[in-house]
């Protein structure tokens, strides 16, 4: 008894199943009522009854053996079977359309400013998103009690030296005025980051672009007439341009820019809060503390710079009322802009 089950023991781990052909032939031949395993089983009644135990122990053993060999060899067949099924297409399937993608309203904006501004001689720079607090901070003139300098304004990455993630793109301008001489003209765009609540006018995350000219007898008349040549070419040729007064730590004297509105045309709607006017940016010429700080002669040289939101300039040009829809990755939203240039 012991010599019949030992053969087939050796039969069961010998036998090849490698398809399911054979995981049947296997299964008829160890696993049914009239298999040769089934016929140790009747055979164990004639064994003596000293000998039970051992030989009852060594046919469970052959069983499991038997079963476990069936149910792992059809597992890997039928996995098998899933990956060759998986790799022939059906070509029953109706063609996918090859619909072609499109630049997202911010890119196109984004490079429609940067053409008109390099067609105004302007090349462009760029810096690090994590800066430190000199290029951030202390170089573009902010006092040490400034708001930008908490927490509940900056995202701080350490402390004793602040190093932050940048809250404008003037830390470009520091960077090129330290290794630069005037003259200088250069467009600065890129990611910024505000510690603000995200709502439909305010994000965590959004794009500026910072533009600066340097050089001997610059003017705020240069500065108006830039900005007004720019204002026209982006938005069109009936756009109306302002300067507000205002305060910038990095400029003296410091404005505000408006332009018209784009819906109501200046005669004022809900988007201008019935003033007529919408705010693009800042800008200022260039504070002599800034150029000193940089290495510059401020009594030499003087310059202006100016710096605008993206996220502004698309909501305007496309009126879109809602600054989330440019992170939600909302493909009806963006299919939008397939055919704009």
Request: glycine share 6%; proline share 5%; hydrophobic share 35%.
């Amino acid at each position: 008894m012991k010599e019949k089950i030992e053969r087939v023991l050796t039969e069961v781990e010998e036998f090849r199943i490698e398809d399911k052909e054979q995981l049947e032939q296997f299964r008829l031949k160890f696993l049914i009522k009239k298999s040769e395993l089934n016929e140790l089983f009747t055979e164990l009644r004639n064994v003596p009854a000293e000998d039970k135990r051992m030989v009852g122990a060594e046919l469970n053993n052959l069983k499991n053996t038997a079963q476990n060999k069936f149910k792992e060899a059809s597992e890997a067949i039928e996995n098998n079977t899933d990956n060759v099924t998986a790799d022939i297409p059906d070509l029953t399937l109706p063609v996918i359309p090859n619909e072609l993608g499109t630049r997202h309203p911010l890119t196109l904006v984004r490079e429609r400013i940067i053409e008109i501004f390099s067609r105004m001689g302007f090349n462009l720079s760029d810096g690090p998103e994590i800066e430190d607090d000199w290029h951030n901070f202390t170089a573009l003139n902010f006092p040490e009690n400034h708001p930008a300098r908490e927490m509940q304004d900056t995202f701080f990455l350490e402390k004793n030296p602040d190093i932050a993630l940048r809250t404008h793109t003037s830390s470009i301008q520091i960077r090129v005025m330290g290794k630069k001489k005037p003259p200088i003209r250069t467009l600065a765009p890129g990611r910024v980051f505000r510690n603000e609540a995200i709502s439909a006018r305010a994000h965590c995350v959004f794009h500026q672009i910072e533009g600066f000219y340097i050089d001997e007898k610059v003017s705020f008349a240069d500065l108006k007439q830039t900005l007004y040549h720019f204002a026209k070419e982006l938005f069109g040729e009936d756009t109306k341009i302002r300067f507000r007064p205002s305060f910038f730590p990095f400029t003296e004297p410091s404005a505000e820019i408006d332009i018209s509105c784009l819906l109501c045309k200046g005669k004022g709607c809900t988007v201008c809060k019935h003033s007529g006017w919408v705010e693009i940016g800042g800008s200022g010429m260039i504070d002599p503390n800034v150029m000193e700080n940089c290495g510059i002669d401020s009594r030499k040289y003087s310059g202006f710079a100016f710096g605008m939101g993206v996220e502004r300039i698309t909501m305007l040009k496309y009126q879109i009322k809602d600054l989330r829809l440019f992170t939600e990755n909302d493909v009806r939203f963006l299919k939008q802009f397939r055919h704009v240039m």
